[in-house]
């Protein structure tokens, strides 16, 4: 019998000089323990979302805090039927979520925090302006209504979006993300920039779908990306509909999936007309052994992981 595999998205704000330290004990604590995932260390601070056990799980959340020298860490629980990754990857990066603007610290200045169960009441008001600060791929597939799409490829090309809009400095502006951390820069941003009223869904769509799980109302409409094999998540926090073309990375539905430009593993329709003969014929070839591997059942390492 399987076992329930957990799922824990966690980050936080919080200057930190010795990065490689951290992360050369987290990459010890790591080793031999159930963990996959990623783990994104820079000097603002830790972002990630690993796999696995829950005993081991929990021992590595104890260990971020012992290192980071904190008691709370913005953590969301899910879980699963299968661990949604291959490996486990600490990396060190310049910024935990990347906006492009070293001047902007969400530790010290970040927008005021809307609990879900108070969500519904803001976006319904028209007072506000509801901003999704995910890129479009992940708006495709599910956002919630009366809320903006800023036709963001990255989150980078965020600030473009705010110095081009016309937003007024006293515009009461309410955003959401997957799970918090890009509301925390794009919040500290706008604050920097002169813009008075800006509030935050508290643990972004994750919370808001863990809060309405049980209720019959909902202002979530579709599903929820999530940065995992899963790809997509439902109201029940459940594995979505939708896969992922490997060729680009986008959603797919089934429907996707029946048309010419898929090709399992090399492209979709969205990226059919662009990838290059080079990244088509490597991507069949990665294809090709998988196939190969799975039906004379060998291991590789794109092999889905049960507990």
Not at 127 to 144: A, M, P, Q, S
Request: charged share 30%.
């Amino acid at each position: 019998m399987k076992k329930t595999t957990y799922i824990y998205t966690f980050y936080r704000f919080k200057y930190l000089k010795n990065i490689k330290t951290v992360k050369r004990e987290l990459d010890i604590f790591s080793s031999n323990r159930i963990i996959y995932g990623t783990v994104l260390i820079a000097n603002e601070g830790i972002n990630g979302t690993i796999s696995g056990t829950k005993i081991d799980l929990d021992n590595f959340i104890w260990r971020i805090k012992q290192l980071f020298k904190i008691r709370k860490l913005s953590l969301k629980i899910s879980k699963n039927q299968f661990i949604p990754f291959y490996r486990l990857k600490i990396r060190l990066k310049k910024e935990i979520v990347t906006i492009g603007d070293k001047s902007i610290h969400p530790e010290r200045l970040s927008g005021k925090y809307i609990t879900p169960n108070n969500w519904d009441k803001i976006i319904n008001n028209k007072r506000y302006l509801v901003i999704d600060t995910r890129n479009n791929y992940e708006i495709n597939i599910g956002t919630f209504k009366n809320s903006t799409n800023p036709n963001t490829n990255t989150f980078r090309e965020f600030p473009k979006y705010i110095k081009n809009s016309k937003i007024k400095k006293d515009q009461p502006i309410a955003m959401f993300c997957t799970g918090g951390i890009r509301c925390e820069k794009a919040s500290s941003y706008l604050l920097k920039n002169g813009f008075k009223n800006i509030y935050q869904l508290d643990g972004g769509i994750l919370n808001y779908l863990e809060f309405k799980k049980n209720k019959k109302s909902t202002s979530w409409i579709g599903e929820c990306f999530v940065f995992d094999n899963r790809v997509s998540i439902n109201n029940k926090l459940e594995k979505g509909i939708y896969d992922q073309c490997y060729g680009c990375r986008s959603p797919i539905t089934q429907k996707d999936k029946k048309l010419r430009s898929y090709k399992k593993g090399v492209s979709c329709r969205y990226c059919f007309k662009v990838i290059s003969k080079e990244k088509r014929q490597s991507s069949k070839t990665r294809q090709d052994q998988i196939n190969f591997a799975e039906k004379k059942n060998i291991n590789h390492p794109f092999k889905k992981i049960y507990l």
